[in-house]
């Protein structure tokens, strides 16, 4: 079955970077979207980042442009968010996704989430 572990979240300093990985598996990854989207505490989720598979530009919402980037390997079916100049308001629970940031991939496979926390 599709299976989606995270790792690499924790602790960090305003200003500081973290990797995320996502190591998939159960399905072909190379041809799936995949992405990334986050919780913060108290609030809903929201889509960080993300792969189309039809064309489209990566996604990434506003707050991070700039700062974070996604990428993937498909030889090792990992997905990769690098989050460079963390804020405060970055902290939350980071989730892997399969699918692109769509609303339709709600119902799709996701990771059990890594956490992340920008504090002093």
């Known amino acids: 079955q599709v299976q989606l572990v995270e790792s690499g979240g924790g602790l960090a300093q305003p200003g500081g970077s973290l990797r995320l990985s996502c190591v998939a598996s159960?399905?072909?990854?190379?041809?799936?979207?995949m992405s990334w989207a986050r919780q913060a505490p108290g609030e809903g989720l929201e889509w960080v980042s993300g792969?189309?598979?039809?064309?489209?530009?990566?996604y990434y919402v506003d707050s991070v442009k700039g700062r974070f980037t996604i990428s993937r390997d498909n030889a090792k079916n990992t997905v990769y968010l690098q989050m460079n100049s963390l804020k405060p308001e970055d902290t939350g629970t980071y989730y892997c996704?399969?699918?692109?940031?769509?609303?339709?991939?709600?119902?799709?496979?996701w990771g059990q989430g890594t956490q992340v926390t920008v504090s002093s």
């Open positions: 159960g399905f072909v990854f190379s041809s799936s979207a």
């Open positions: 996704v399969k699918g692109p940031p769509t609303v339709a991939s709600y119902s799709q496979p």
């Open positions: 792969f189309y598979m039809n064309g489209k530009p990566t």
